[in-house]
């Protein structure tokens, strides 16, 4: 089993719609929680990163992080054609140099 | 702040060549990693560095690989001989350590022939 599981999607939405990006984990010990976006040829950009439980929002993007189940989510509201990328969800033991990735998601969202 | 930098950004070489490539990490920022993202595998670590002494090299695939980090703004990845399986782009990344994420360059695409 990996530490981290993401579905690859791909996940294609109508402009405007609301997205939900999940990720769930094997590892109690992780504490820190990123998602990066990655844009065709570039390197992943960090968009979002919390510790420990709880939401954290940013404009249009809110990180849910939920450790009794072991799963975080990234949700995007009215989503822009914009945030057309992949999405990679990583995670850190308290070490913090350590850090495990998920495959990512793909997103297309359609004008 | 200019980010992580990577040269080259594409690199096309023959099966059996000498690839060489380059990193520059965030001024300040004590760790730095090297990864290989693949569709098929997605994002593999390499190797890491911590004051640019190598700390895990458990990911580097085989002997071909080698990295190295003269000093602390400065870092090198071999491969050598090169294969065509070692197609993939290749990722520098640095943090500061403690809670603080990874900075990632734009890579390296490599294509082996």
């Known amino acids: 089993q990996k530490e981290v599981e993401q579905d690859p999607g791909p996940l294609s939405v109508p402009e405007g719609a609301i997205v939900s990006l999940n990720c769930t984990y094997s590892?109690?010990?992780?504490?820190?929680f990123m998602w990066y976006r990655q844009y065709s040829r570039k390197g992943p950009e960090l968009l979002m990163y919390t510790y420990s439980s709880g939401n954290k929002e940013d404009g249009r993007f809110t990180a849910q992080v939920d450790k009794s189940s072991k799963y975080i989510s990234l949700f995007i509201r009215d989503s822009q054609p914009s945030d057309s990328a992949t999405y990679l969800c990583a995670m850190s033991a308290d070490t913090g140099n350590q850090f495990y990735f998920g495959t990512g998601t793909s997103l297309t969202v359609i004008p | 702040d200019a980010g992580v930098i990577q040269s080259p950004r594409h690199e096309v070489t023959e099966m059996g060549q000498e690839v060489t490539l380059r990193c520059k990490p965030i001024s300040g920022h004590d760790y730095l990693f090297w990864y290989r993202q693949t569709m098929m595998r997605g994002l593999e670590l390499l190797i890491y560095f911590n004051n640019n002494v190598p700390i895990d090299d458990s990911g580097m695939p085989e002997d071909r690989f080698s990295a190295k980090m003269p000093n602390a703004s400065f870092s090198t990845l071999k491969i050598q001989p090169s294969e065509p399986r070692d197609s993939a782009v290749y990722f520098c990344?640095?943090?500061?350590?403690?809670?603080?994420?990874?900075?990632f360059g734009n890579g390296t695409r490599l294509t082996v022939t």
């Open positions: 590892n109690s010990a992780f504490q820190y």
């Open positions: 990344a640095s943090t500061p350590g403690g809670l603080s994420p990874l900075h």
